[in-house]
């Protein structure tokens, strides 16, 4: 039942770690997937209001911070948390 999710995982994790995926909607049906076989949460990029400046990220999961140069963590290809590993979806990385 769930072997053409699994296939459809392992090709995005492949090119995930290359630090980048086939398509964004490659990259959503993943992160679903993941939700849907494993029973975990998805996670979102939360934007720290309280200093618009400096361009930090907070995980909704672990609440560890991400600092950006730049650009939010979905331009900078963060589908993951770097901290937790959680899978993210939509969130406030586009403020």
């Known amino acids: 039942?769930?072997?053409g999710l699994v296939k459809r995982l392992k090709i995005a994790a492949e090119?995930?770690?290359k630090g980048f995926c086939i398509?964004?909607?490659?990259?959503?049906?993943?992160v679903n997937a993941i939700e849907e076989l494993t029973g975990?949460?998805?996670g979102k990029?939360?934007?720290w209001q309280d200093d618009p400046d400096a361009n930090v990220y907070e995980?909704?999961?672990?609440h560890?911070?991400?600092?950006?140069n730049e650009g939010t963590p979905r331009e900078n290809?963060?589908?993951?948390?770097p901290f937790c590993g959680l899978p993210m979806k939509e969130g406030d990385d586009d403020v």
Not at 23 to 30: D, G, Q, R, V
Not at 59 to 62: G, L, R, V
Not at 77 to 81: A, E, G, L, Q, V
């Open 77 to 81: 290809n963060f589908n993951f948390c």
């Open 64 to 68: 560890e911070p991400l600092t950006l």
């Open 23 to 30: 398509t964004p909607n490659l990259c959503l049906e993943a």
């Open 15 to 17: 090119w995930a770690g």
């Open 45 to 47: 990029w939360l934007f």
């Open 1 to 3: 039942m769930y072997e």
């Open 59 to 62: 995980c909704s999961a672990c």
């Open 40 to 42: 975990r949460n998805v």
